[in-house]
């Protein structure tokens, strides 16, 4: 099976790192564009995959064709491979807010389109991808593309009106879970740990928590309620973040992103 992104930026880098790490794909069977020569050397001597400034050449070649540019660059993209893609190749938006019926319009005809929405922790194989698979593609095709994607972390088929919450619930939550740790280690330094401490400390405490609502199927207030000891220091601090409005900081903006992505 051979692979193609077009554009092959942060999420698309992370893609191929994930694929190449667990082995799934050997890197002759990758095939990325780039628009700079210097973007295109660094890709080469990074991944060793093909690298061209054509995107014909990358769909010609690919069995699995990933649109891996922003939103605002698919249209212009999509003229240009659009009489080369052939009627087995399957295409994958990972764009937010790109639908079926968008893509199958841009495409003049029908086409077979997946909507992904993965997320940057695929890098280390620990993202999650929503998976939203458009009318054309068979059973098969959906396991290939799913076995495929597993390098990348976990998996999850959605109906395609949840893509956009699937964007702001793990596509784009990792911004904030950064944001988070980064505030967090701000707060240690400034009571006098050392910076690379402090992220270890602080990325260390997200991890484990993530992993406790995962492995233990509790609800996260039950695990909350187990760190507050009556009287203690972490109700004081949770008073803090609920009279600063944490919970609707959260809500609100992820809604945000989702209202955001609908209208892309
Ligand atoms: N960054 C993230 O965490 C996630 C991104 N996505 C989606 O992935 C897509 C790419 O996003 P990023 O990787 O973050 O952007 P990026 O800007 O890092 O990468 C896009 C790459 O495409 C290249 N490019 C632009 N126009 C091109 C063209 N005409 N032909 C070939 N290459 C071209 C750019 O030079 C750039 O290297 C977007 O649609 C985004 O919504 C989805 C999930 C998560
Ligand atoms: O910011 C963005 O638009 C992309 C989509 C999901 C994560 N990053």
Known sequence: MRLGFIGCGNMGGAMVSGILKKQLLASEDMIASAL??????????????????DNSEVAAFSDILILAVKPQFYAEVIHEIREIVQPDTL???IAPGKTH?????????????VRCMPNTPAMIGAGITGVAPGEQVTEKETAQLLRLLSALGETEIVPERLMDVVGSVSGCSPAYVFMFIEAMADA???????????????????????????????????????????????IEGLSVLEEKGMRSAVI?????????????
């Open 36 to 53: 700079h020569e210097e973007s295109r050397k660094a890709l080469r001597e990074k991944f060793g995959i093909t690298v061209t400034s």
């Open 101 to 113: 019926q968008w893509l199958e319009e841009q495409f003049g005809r029908p086409v077979k389109t």
């Open 252 to 264: 609100d903006a992820l809604r945000a992103c989702t209202r955001k992505s609908k209208g892309i």
């Open 188 to 234: 240690a330094v400034a009571d006098g740990m050392p910076r690379a401490q402090a992220y270890h400390f602080a990325a260390q405490a997200v991890l484990g928590s993530a992993e406790m609502v995962l492995k233990t199927g509790r609800h996260p207030g039950e695990l909350k309620d187990m760190v507050c000891s009556p009287g203690g220091t972490t």
């Open 91 to 93: 295409v994958v938006s």
